[in-house]
């Protein structure tokens, strides 16, 4: 990883949007204060449609790439060929330790690492 990473943008789909943005929020903070960053996650309000809320997603690169230094291992074992499915998969991983059952995936406007 050489080039600086941009802003991950995922897509954030749940049936109960409150309980899974807060243990969401939960996690990246407690993520984000290892890091020793301050705003470098946003989890959008929204949308509703058919008992779902969808939401986007967006971890900025300077996150990601603090994370992977300090999860490199755990990230690479995670199932996917690209680091970006591996990245998503492991955060969606972590989520669901804690509770979320929240699906987790890449947002088609983000482009690929």
Request: aromatic fraction near 12%.
């Amino acid at each position: 990883m050489n080039d600086p990473i941009g802003t991950f943008i995922l897509d954030f789909q749940s049936t109960d949007f409150e309980k899974d943005a807060q243990i969401a929020n939960a996690v990246l903070s407690d993520l984000q204060k290892a890091c020793e960053l301050v705003n470098q996650y946003a989890l959008d309000p929204p949308g509703e449609s058919a008992g779902w809320s969808f939401a986007k997603m967006f971890i900025s690169g300077q996150f990601v790439e603090r994370l992977y230094a300090g999860h490199g291992y755990e990230i690479g074992r995670t199932r996917g060929r690209k680091f970006n499915d591996k990245f998503i998969n492991w955060l969606a991983s972590e989520l669901k330790k804690k509770g979320c059952e929240a699906q987790v995936k890449g947002a088609s406007e983000m482009k690929d690492f």
